[in-house]
T-cell receptor, first 112, second 113 residues
Framework: EAGVAQSPRYKIIEKRQSVAFWCNPI?????LYWYQQILGQGPKLLIQ????????DSQLPKDRFSAERLKGVDSTLKIQPAKLEDSAVYLC??????????FGPGTRLLVL | SQKIEQNSEALNIQEGKTATLTCNYT??????LQWYRQDPGRGPVFLLL?????KEKRKERLKVTFDTTLKQSLFHITASQPADSATYLC????????????FGIGTKLQVIP
């Protein structure tokens, strides 16, 4: 089966600009997560979707981050405006039946 | 608060030896624990899951133990190879969280030929 797809793979922006990341999950996986991984740390959950509904967004900085999963399939994560500390890898993961999460390759963001 | 601890220092071992990585946790009573592997520039890949009623789980050269009394999991790679070099993350389900897990910071393993 095809894995989790993410794009773009790399993005460089100036601070205060906006940026969007896209995730295409494994077909049939109802649960989708967005994680932020700062260099040298483990992935930190930003938001969890179950189909097209938000299950948990308690760790999402809502003043600048937003995410949606229209039709319960693809998802986008947006940052507006970006700050220097947003430089990180943004990982999308999906989960079907069972506890295993399947991760995409991530988008590496550098904010200058 | 719930906390996961993995040795943040890199672990260097000689090829052919057994690598042992540690995951300690506090203020948790997890129903299971997972181990993932992460290579540079890639997302984590699931390796093994062990449940609270299991003492040990094996998969090829990998072995995981889970001691709920010590609140610790050990991850072993026997007959290690340079291709095993990567960062290994442990993950535990969050209390009250629907399917959510929290990840440790990971331990970087370097297998020296």
């Amino acid at each position: 089966e095809a894995g989790v797809a993410q794009s773009p793979r790399y993005k460089i922006i100036e601070k205060r600009q906006s940026v969007a990341f896209w995730c295409n999950p494994i077909s049939g996986h109802a649960t989708l997560y967005w994680y932020q991984q700062i260099l040298g740390q483990g992935p930190k959950l930003l938001i969890q979707f179950q189909n097209n509904g938000v299950v948990d967004d308690s760790q999402l900085p809502k003043d600048r981050f937003s995410a949606e999963r229209l039709k319960g399939v693809d998802s986008t994560l947006k940052i507006q405006p970006a700050k220097l500390e947003d430089s990180a890898v943004y990982l999308c993961a999906t989960q079907g039946v069972g506890e295993t999460q399947y991760f995409g390759p991530g988008t590496r963001l550098l904010v200058l | 608060s719930q906390k996961i601890e993995q040795n943040s220092e890199a672990l260097n071992i000689q090829e052919g030896k057994t690598a042992t990585l540690t995951c300690n946790y506090t203020n948790y009573s997890p129903a299971y624990l997972q181990w993932y592997r992460q290579d540079p520039g890639r997302g984590p890949v699931f390796l093994l899951l062990i449940r609270e009623n299991e003492k040990e789980k094996r998969k090829e050269r990998l072995k995981v133990t889970f001691d709920t009394t010590l609140k610790q999991s050990l991850f072993h790679i026997t007959a290690s190879q340079p291709a095993d070099s990567a960062t290994y993350l442990c993950a535990l389900p969050l209390s009250g969280g629907y399917q959510k897990v929290t990840f440790g910071i990971g331990t970087k393993l370097q297998v020296i030929p």
